[in-house]
């Protein structure tokens, strides 16, 4: 049911207007809202965490549907990638705000690290597409033929994916002459490390870390976030740990990564998609 639902989705993602597309996506998402009081207790709880979070049961309401929107729209925008290109990637991405990453990038391994804030999968792709050589960890979706789907889309772009199971082993085979990129707010495998975020204690991934100590590869946080003017734009850009001009141990460099992720929930509330409690163990009912 699952698989044909994004089947559906990407049709009308490949023959409608992105604008279009994106107002029906909204429209689903009012009934994904109404459907489901589970995920609407989850994001309450999350956003109490937040120093300046909505004071009323009303305002969170509201919240939760604003993000379950803007979620939709992203999901949009992915099954949208085959249609983009050199030529419009700029009417979705403010592409003046990628040009120091990229050069930071240029030429030398990197770990990238961003978090489930904005669009991060339009993020890879603009990267990608700029000629950054980045492979990315991905979730391994239950359903195989979701997995296909998502994956040629990921790579269409340029993308090369790498399964978040043993994903150590693959990141450090890749450092050797790319660049990695992780979304380092949840930990998808049940053997992620302890860290505190927004006052709570998560489980977040924490390998990439260590082969960035052990291999000396910069660390790079940063947040792709959909600004005024409707475009995606880097934002809270930092590199975290850079092995020529300072020493952080694996812990040090999660945290700092936490840190800036929690800034930039603080800054975007909406446009954090985060829908099961942040403190919720992987694989706990």
């Known amino acids: 049911m699952l698989y044909c639902g994004y089947l559906i989705a990407r049709i009308v993602a490949r023959v409608m207007p992105i604008r279009m597309a994106c107002w029906i996506a909204e429209r689903v998402a009012d009934i994904w809202y109404l459907s489901s009081p589970r995920i609407r207790d989850s994001v309450a709880y999350n956003l109490r965490l937040l120093p300046k979070g909505p004071a009323t049961g009303r305002a969170a309401a509201e919240h939760t549907r604003r993000a379950m929107r803007n979620f939709a729209r992203v999901v949009t925008e992915f099954l949208y990638f085959p249609r983009l290109s050199a030529e419009n990637l700029q009417d979705l991405v403010d592409l003046d705000s990628f040009g120091g990453l990229r050069r930071k990038m240029a030429g030398k391994p990197t770990i990238l690290v961003t978090a489930h804030l904005g669009n991060w999968e339009l993020a890879a792709a603009t990267l990608a597409m700029l000629g950054i050589d980045l492979h990315v960890v991905v979730y391994d ?30 990141i450090m085979r890749v450092l050797r002459g790319a660049s990695v990129g992780i979304v380092g707010d949840r930990d998808y495998s049940g053997q992620g490390t302890d860290a505190r975020f927004l006052g709570v204690t998560v489980s977040v991934p924490s390998a990439y870390a260590g082969l960035a ?18 475009k995606y734009g880097l934002t809270l850009e930092e590199t975290v740990y850079d092995p020529m001009h300072n020493r952080k141990t694996p812990e040090e460099i999660v945290q700092a990564c936490l840190q800036i992720f929690e800034k930039g929930v603080e800054k975007h509330p909406e446009q954090w998609y985060f829908f099961e409690r942040v403190d919720r163990r992987w694989g706990s009912p």
Request: proline share 4%.
């Open 141 to 170: 979706h239950p359903d195989q033929r979701v997995a296909r789907l998502f994956r040629k889309h990921r790579e269409a772009k340029g993308l090369k994916t790498m399964s978040v199971t043993g994903a150590a082993r693959s």
């Open 213 to 230: 100590v052990s291999m000396k590869i910069p660390v790079i946080a940063g947040l792709c976030v959909r600004q005024a003017d409707g």
